[in-house]
């Protein structure tokens, strides 16, 4: 951490992609499972075939662990994070800036294709849960596409306050429930960027106090 304080050289951990791509493949398998084989992804629904019951109560289950996933993701995040603050001489609000705009552009480019395929392809939804009789795909996007429910995940659902469910706010706000989201899983973005003000706040703190009393 001494060669970080200065700023004299960055480390790139290379490893740290090759766990993100792996995870990600989780995510999306449990995202598909969760709509298609309920069961086996520990969801809401039927067993539509035998081998499902075998496949969630077995270490298969870790093939499509998307939940593990995600925390594994805050994990690497603050690992990348923490010796990029560290060894910045950028200030806070700055760092809070970058980051505000690095997280914001994808959830931008993901909710304008949600509101795309709301529009154009409205009944996919219940068709999906009419075939797989899934409970998880019955409880995706109730959103009544009003200009003012758009605006608020654009402007402040999807990453700034989230949902009823799943914001750190949750308990001083009455919020929108993620059922109205335009791409729930956006709510780990939510996560994502506070916890990366978190690490902005300590890293500063970090580099103002002895190494002993920090």
Same mark, same amino acid.
């Given at each position: 951490?001494?060669? $970080?304080?200065? @700023?004299?050289?960055?480390?790139?951990?290379? %490893?740290?992609?090759g766990l993100r791509g792996l995870a990600a493949l989780q995510v999306v398998a449990l995202h598909y499972c969760s709509s298609f084989l309920p069961f086996f992804a520990r969801a809401e629904g039927p067993v539509h075939y035998g081998i499902e019951a075998t496949l969630s109560n077995s270490p298969a289950f870790? $093939?499509?662990? @998307?939940?593990?996933?995600?925390?594994?993701? %805050?994990?690497?995040?603050?690992f990348v994070l923490a010796p990029s603050f560290i060894g910045s001489d950028a200030g806070g609000p700055r760092h809070v800036a970058k980051r505000f705009t690095r997280l914001y552009i994808p959830i931008a480019a993901a909710l304008m294709l949600g509101l795309a395929l709301a529009v154009f392809l409205p009944?996919?939804?219940?068709?999906?849960?009419?075939?797989?009789?899934?409970?998880?795909?019955?409880?995706?996007?109730?959103?009544?596409?009003?200009?003012?429910s758009v605006l608020r995940e654009f402007a402040l659902n999807s990453m700034l306050v989230s949902y009823q469910e799943t914001s750190i706010f949750?308990?001083?706000?009455?919020?929108?429930?993620?059922?109205?989201?335009?791409?729930a899983p956006l709510w780990t973005i939510h996560i994502e960027f506070w916890g990366s003000i978190l690490t902005i706040l300590v890293c500063a703190v970090y580099r103002q106090l002895p190494g002993r009393l920090f």
């Amino acid at each position: 951490m001494g060669n $970080l304080r200065t @700023g004299e050289r960055r480390h790139t951990f290379e %490893f740290v992609n090759g766990l993100r791509g792996l995870a990600a493949l989780q995510v999306v398998a449990l995202h598909y499972c969760s709509s298609f084989l309920p069961f086996f992804a520990r969801a809401e629904g039927p067993v539509h075939y035998g081998i499902e019951a075998t496949l969630s109560n077995s270490p298969a289950f870790f $093939l499509i662990d @998307g939940y593990s996933a995600v925390y594994l993701f %805050f994990l690497m995040s603050g690992f990348v994070l923490a010796p990029s603050f560290i060894g910045s001489d950028a200030g806070g609000p700055r760092h809070v800036a970058k980051r505000f705009t690095r997280l914001y552009i994808p959830i931008a480019a993901a909710l304008m294709l949600g509101l795309a395929l709301a529009v154009f392809l409205p009944s996919a939804k219940d068709f999906t849960a009419q075939q797989s009789n899934s409970g998880w795909v019955r409880g995706l996007f109730e959103n009544p596409l009003t200009p003012l429910s758009v605006l608020r995940e654009f402007a402040l659902n999807s990453m700034l306050v989230s949902y009823q469910e799943t914001s750190i706010f949750a308990r001083g706000l009455h919020l929108t429930s993620i059922a109205q989201s335009l791409d729930a899983p956006l709510w780990t973005i939510h996560i994502e960027f506070w916890g990366s003000i978190l690490t902005i706040l300590v890293c500063a703190v970090y580099r103002q106090l002895p190494g002993r009393l920090f």
